[in-house]
């Protein structure tokens, strides 16, 4: 195929040349050091004075020259501040010269300059470039570090969900995207240079193959690996060098420029902490392999005198005016105010980085948190103290591998702030209360042998000093192969034309898998091929040649893969045309707008905790159910599996997948899901707090927005303009404020991602901002208020007045008014309506002011009389100080 043709910084186009020959007279590394972290802080100069510092050194008219780039890379390193350890230089200098490079230096040594030197160096070539990361949120944070130093105009970025600048000479992506590049269109790839960083997950059970995929694929590429935890890799080396013909340097070994000092310790943590704070070794990360025991030992630590009165006094005049909106926040308050700390994958973005923010400016002495540090956080540690050396790994409980275990401790000591790093690992609580009571004893015979010595308990995995000290001193895992086939990798090889089945069989035969793997894999892609062949996607011609007979979407194996079948089942929902009809149009169904909704969360990945506490409730719910009903304990046990959480549209949309997969069975690699967590929310009239509480998700607040953020991208981007009613709009636009009150971040990032030109200044250390008025967006605060009133009316309607009370007791409506008021509806009528008439908005009458509306919520009676209601007045500055409509009650009767 033919490659895009854009304009490179040396004025000749983007295109793979050859590699230039290794340059003898490039020097050998220096005695060159770095100093200090890479941050652009410390240049006093703007993003872009920066970026046209580094661009301009391209020599636009003379041919490429491996010195003379290396020379203009080191004087832009040296004008931000930034002198290069010897192993960057090394490193640098391979990649000028052409050769592939495998860096495998400790965490601290620089291998994000090393990644820049590489897109330096490929711009200067007018070759483009591809940086890739394991996880989106480290791509979206290499795409704008990268646009500051080379200019938006020459950053791109695609994700999946996300795709800015896409044409650029640098992109950022994850694995799985250059993968499918990859596959899609072999060596005519339009990629010259790839730099992939944490390399590690090469090893990967589930992902380990868009690692593998590019090196097998994508012959006249330069190869940069980088990960601070490789392990042996002369193997891979060799491996490189044989397919894409190129040296291929390996730098590694290289000593940390701050060195660890390990050490275990059977004191308790609090002790432990409290003599690492007395001895300086602060800012501490206490690493736990579980959410619940990082904030339990949060808490625990309250205890200890982490901070002076004068440095709480400094933490709370930066924390100023944020806002601590959820109930995990409001315990985050009180425990940053006492100079701790919490950070893990669960919670919300704005309080990971007011943590991370807070550390930075050398606020916080203590952080308790997961291993998530393992895949970065940029933050200050000087020590990272391992409560335990074995975690959960979905299956069973098991030891840390070496690769682990190096990837956290990596994380101690930083270039710039410390002179050294600290690993400790407290021993097993069984032991360390041992030797409390053999301490305890002293030196006494007697007392020695009386001591009853604590067990392990049951179940545990045995682990000690012995384990710690293997650890530190072994090396990382040599990586192993997890290669893999699937529908989408069948059909990207047979799309891009040529001879698909000497494409599979090298891609099959010449992979870093074992020959009997190979087989299987052999064997799986026949399977596959075959079911192409009878779903009729794939035909071949009487002289063998391979084609696809549909057009496969573009990106149709990446994020939100199912979305052409979301769009699809769309068409089932939509109401007919009149003109098409006999002059009767189909009505829409009343559940339209939510319907569409329960069709995209179906495609969209599970959020595990949601989905386990709505079971959990359904099944509780139906035990007491089948109780009341006589239902014997084996009966209720058997019916209670098919208990799950709720599935709304399940038969529907089964019927419609089995039907979409005939005819495009790469689906197959893909699984529905169909759930109900917009939906829920929205049914229920909740807030995101009310919500969390709800179901207990208060350690997975993060995961819970993440989901409801990833729905309302989808409901933008998915659902046509056309089968967007005016409910949906309205719901649509709910989400999205609902999300952004609650964080904003993760919808500021997406849209900034648009126009990446106009994000802030990355380099500025301020904490997340607070998201604009909720009144800001009247559509949206208007179905915020109908939310409102109508939770109380499904509250009214299963005569639950102590949770009334506790909503408007201090606007004076407490539960012993609700129940009155209510006793008085339910002498006239004997129910009251909950369903889609109900909350419609014919049912709400808004008079809106200037600082405060007054509304009228009318009842739904079964008479159809609507002559009773809640009336409330709604406080505009309350509301938005609160980020969710303030209702007050001030009456429940009839109008």
Not at 44 to 53: E, K, V, Y
Request: with cysteine; glycine share 6%.
């Amino acid at each position: 195929m033919s490659r895009p043709a854009a304009s490179s910084p040396s004025g000749r186009p983007w295109s793979t040349s050859n590699p230039p020959s290794r340059t003898p007279s490039c020097r050998s590394a220096s005695t060159l050091q770095g100093s200090g972290p890479t941050s652009s802080t410390s240049t006093g100069r703007s993003p872009q004075t920066m970026a046209d510092l580094l661009l301009d050194r391209i020599d636009r008219t003379a041919a490429y020259d491996p010195d003379s780039v290396f020379d203009q890379f080191v004087e832009w390193a040296g004008g931000r501040g930034l002198s290069l350890y010897p192993a960057q230089e090394e490193a640098i200098i391979e990649i000028v010269s052409g050769a592939n490079l495998i860096l495998s230096t400790p965490t601290g040594t620089g291998k994000s300059l090393v990644a820049i030197g590489a897109h330096f160096a490929a711009l200067a070539q007018g070759k483009r470039t591809y940086y890739t990361a394991p996880i989106k949120a480290l791509v979206s944070e290499k795409f704008f570090a990268l646009v500051e130093i080379f200019g938006a105009e020459n950053v791109g970025m695609v994700t999946g969900d996300s795709s800015v600048n896409a044409d650029a000479p640098i992109i950022c992506c994850t694995a799985e995207i250059l993968a499918n590049l990859a596959l899609r269109h072999g060596e005519d790839a339009p990629v010259d240079q790839v730099v992939m960083d944490e390399f590690h997950f090469y090893s990967d059970p589930e992902r380990g193959w868009a690692w593998q995929v590019p090196l097998l694929t994508l012959p006249r590429v330069q190869f940069i690996l980088m990960s601070a935890t490789l392990g042996d890799v002369d193997w891979l080396a060799k491996d490189l060098t044989k397919r894409n013909s190129r040296e291929t340097a390996v730098v590694t070994g290289v000593d940390r420029p701050v060195p660890l000092h390990y050490s275990y310790v059977t004191t308790p943590v609090h002790e432990t902490v409290e003599d690492l704070l007395g001895t300086a070794q602060a800012p501490i990360y206490i690493v736990h392999f579980s959410q619940l025991a990082a904030l339990e030992r949060a808490q625990a630590l309250t205890s200890v005198k982490i901070a002076s009165r004068e440095q709480r006094d400094e933490i709370a005049e930066a924390i100023g005016d944020f806002r601590f909106t959820t109930n995990f926040g409001r315990t985050l308050s009180r425990l940053i105010r006492s100079g701790i700390g919490v950070h893990h994958a669960g919670m919300l973005p704005k309080y990971r980085r007011l943590v991370e923010q807070l550390a930075q400016q050398g606020l916080l002495k203590v952080i308790c948190g997961t291993d998530t540090l393992g895949v970065g956080i940029n933050v200050p540690i000087r020590t990272v103290l391992l409560t335990a050396l074995t975690k959960f790994d979905g299956t069973k409980m098991r030891q840390l591998s070496a690769r682990e275990f190096h990837q956290i401790a990596g994380r101690a000591g930083r270039a710039g702030y410390d002179t050294a790093g600290t690993v400790i690992v407290q021993a097993p609580e069984h032991e360390t209360e041992n030797a409390r009571l053999l301490s305890k004893a002293g030196d006494d015979p007697k007392k020695i042998k009386k001591i009853v010595r604590k067990r392990a308990p049951d179940g545990f995995v045995s682990w000690g000093e012995a384990s710690f000290q293997r650890l530190v001193a072994a090396q990382p895992e040599t990586l192993t192969s997890s290669m893999q086939i699937s529908h989408a990798m069948v059909l990207n090889v047979i799309g891009r034309g040529g001879k698909p089945f000497d494409e599979l069989r090298a891609l099959i035969e010449n992979n870093h898998e074992p020959r009997p793997r190979q087989r299987e894999l052999a064997r799986q892609a026949l399977a596959i091929y075959r079911t192409l062949r009878t779903a009729e996607i794939v035909q071949q011609s009487p002289d063998g040649a391979i084609t696809l007979t549909v057009d496969l979407q573009q990106n149709f194996a990446l994020n939100q893969p199912l979305s052409p079948f979301a769009l699809a089942v769309f068409d089932l929902l939509q109401p007919a045309d009149p003109s098409t009809s006999s002059g009767t149009a189909v009505q829409t169904s009343p559940t339209y707008a939510l319907d569409l909704i329960s069709v995209l969360e179906a495609t969209l990945d599970d959020p595990r905790p949601v989905l386990s506490a709505q079971q959990h409730m359904a099944r509780g719910e139906a035990i007491a159910a089948m109780k009341s009903e006589g239902i014997e304990y084996e009966q209720r046990m058997e019916l209670l599996e098919e208990i799950t959480w709720p599935k709304p549209l399940d038969e529907l949309l089964d019927a419609a997948f089995q039907t979409y997969r005939a005819s495009q069975p790469w689906v197959g690699d893909f699984e529905l899901s169909p759930k109900s967590v917009v939906r829920d929310l929205y049914e229920r009239a909740m807030t995101f707090n009310d919500f969390i509480g709800f179901y207990k998700l208060n350690r997975s607040e993060g995961l819970v927005l993440r989901y409801l953020s990833d729905a309302y991208k989808a409901a933008r981007q998915t659902i046509p303009d056309e089968a967007k009613t005016e409910e949906l709009l309205d719901l649509i636009e709910w989400l999205g404020e609902l999300v952004r009150q609650v964080d904003s971040s993760l919808l500021d990032e997406w849209e900034q991602l648009i126009n990446p030109a106009a994000a802030p200044d990355v380099a500025a250390p301020v904490l997340p901002p607070t998201p604009h008025h909720v009144t800001s967006n009247i559509r949206a605060f208007r179905i915020l208020v109908r939310n409102e009133l109508f939770r109380r009316v499904q509250l009214a309607a299963l005569e639950d007045y102590e949770q009334l009370g506790e909503l408007d007791a201090a606007a004076g409506f407490d539960a012993d008014a609700w129940g009155d008021a209510m006793d008085a509806y339910f002498e006239a009528h004997n129910n009251l309506g909950t369903g889609g008439d109900a909350r419609s908005s014919a049912m709400l009458i808004v008079e809106e002011g200037a600082q405060q509306w007054t509304v009228r919520q009318i009842f739904d009676d079964p008479a159809g009389d609507h002559d009773w209601g809640i009336s409330a007045t709604i406080d505009l500055a309350e509301s938005n100080e609160a980020g969710v409509a303030v209702v007050r009650v001030t009456g429940v009767g009839m109008l």
